[in-house]
């Protein structure tokens, strides 16, 4: 019997060792002190996609890896960095998925041209059956 439960236990166990035992950076849940500078860092964050969660920002997101991502978005824009170069820098870091838009490349054109091929399959659809109604 305890072998039959083994894996299941297993599986339940497994979202208690997602986060790490080590402490947060001290950038991950506390505000910059120049308000021009959080307000940029969080318009940044809103944009930039949590890694470990389902389509959670890291702004939104309490895993470890986002506030390890607000961290850098604070520390960059409080070294000075604009927020397109911090995103740019991320983008190369974490790859284009860490955005919730991803720039125009041959590996991102499905996820941009699959919405446009989708919406005239439809109409294309509803005007053959629309047609055929019409007395």
């Known amino acids: ?5 083994l894996p299941f236990a ?6 208690a060792h997602a986060d790490s035992a080590l ?17 940029q860092a969080k318009a940044l964050m809103e944009t930039l996609r949590c890694l470990v969660c ?9 895993a470890d890896m986002a506030g390890e991502m607000r961290a850098l978005v604070r ?11 911090v995103r740019t820098w991320l983008m190369e870091r974490y790859g284009d998925y860490v955005t919730y838009d991803p720039p125009l490349r041959w590996a991102t054109a ?13 109409l ?5 059956l629309f047609k055929g109604k019409t007395a």
């Open 1 to 5: 019997m305890r072998r039959k439960l």
């Open 10 to 15: 297993l599986l339940l166990a497994a979202p």
């Open 23 to 39: 402490p947060a950076s001290p950038l991950a849940y506390t505000q910059l002190s120049d308000p021009e500078q959080e307000a």
């Open 54 to 62: 389902q389509g959670q920002s890291i702004a939104d997101s309490d």
């Open 75 to 85: 520390q960059r824009i409080a070294a000075g960095e604009r927020p397109a170069q």
């Open 110 to 122: 499905p996820l941009w041209l699959t919405p446009l091929v989708l919406l005239a399959f439809g």
């Open 124 to 128: 294309l659809i509803a005007r053959r």
